[in-house]
C-alpha cells in the first residue's frame, strides 16, 4: 500500500506521522509513503519514504540512479529526492498523484478537488485535520465552498477567515484518521 502526500501544504506534525506510520509498517502489509510537492522539502526521518518533485522543480532537480522506476519498483534508500521522467513530465502533484496511485492506496490531501478525483478512483482519501472523505462529504463541501465564495465576491459574508493553528487535538485527530484510513484500504486490498 502507498500513502500518498500532497505535501505543499501539510504541517510538519502530519508529515511526521505518515513517517512514523509507514516507518513502523510490517513485512507482512509494507507502507510506503510518497510526499509529492510542487517544490523541494525535507522529507521526515524513517524508511520508506520518498519524495517527488513535480513541475519546473522538479526539471532542475538531480535523478537518482534509479530514476526511471515508479516509486513501486525502484529500490532507492530512504529520503531520496526523485526527479523522474515522469514527474517531470506532470505539471502539477495532483495529476502526478492520480497517475500513480492505485486503488486502495490512501491519499492525504487538503485540496477538496484533489480528494474528489481520489475517492472516484478508489482512493481512501483523508485531510489533515482527521476527516475520512467520501464523495458525498466532498460534494457538499464544495458546495459550501463554492456558495460562501460568491457571497464574499458579492460582499454579503466577510472574508475567508485565516488558517487557525495544528494544535494537539488535531494531530490526535489526523492519527486516528490515518489508522482508520490504513485500515480500511488494507481491507479494501486484500479483498
Not at 538531480?62 to 525502484?74: D, H, I, R
Not at 477538496?112 to 482519501?125: I, N, Q, S
Not at 457571497?151 to 487535538?169: I, N, T
Request: hydrophobic letters at 40%; glycine letters at 6%; aromatic letters at 4%.
Amino acid at each position: 500500500m502507498t500513502l500518498w502526500a500532497d505535501a505543499d501544504s501539510l504541517p510538519r506534525e502530519v508529515k511526521d506521522l505518515i513517517g512514523r506510520r509507514a516507518s513502523s509498517s510490517s513485512g507482512d502489509f509494507p507502507i510506503r509513503a510518497v510526499f509529492v510537492a510542487n517544490r523541494s522539502m525535507p522529507l521526515p526521518p524513517g524508511k520508506n519514504l520518498y519524495a517527488v518533485i513535480v513541475g519546473p522543480a522538479g526539471a532542475s532537480a538531480k535523478p537518482p540512479a534509479e530514476a526511471s522506476k515508479p516509486p513501486a519498483e525502484a529500490s532507492k534508500p530512504p529520503s531520496v529526492t526523485s526527479a523522474s521522467p515522469a514527474a517531470k513530465a506532470c505539471d502539477n502533484a495532483d495529476d502526478y498523484i492520480m497517475d500513480s496511485a492505485s486503488p486502495g492506496d490512501v491519499l492525504v490531501t487538503r485540496d477538496l478537488p484533489l480528494a474528489a478525483r481520489a475517492v472516484e478512483k478508489g482512493l481512501v482519501a483523508i485531510n489533515d485535520r482527521g476527516t475520512l472523505w467520501t464523495a458525498g462529504a466532498l460534494r457538499e463541501r464544495v458546495s459550501l465552498r463554492d456558495h460562501m465564495a460568491t457571497l464574499r465576491e458579492l460582499g454579503v459574508a466577510p472574508p475567508s477567515p485565516k488558517g487557525r493553528g495544528f494544535g494537539p487535538k488535531d494531530v490526535k485527530a489526523f492519527a486516528d484518521a490515518l489508522d482508520k484510513a490504513i485500515r480500511t484500504a488494507s481491507i479494501a486490498q486484500r479483498t
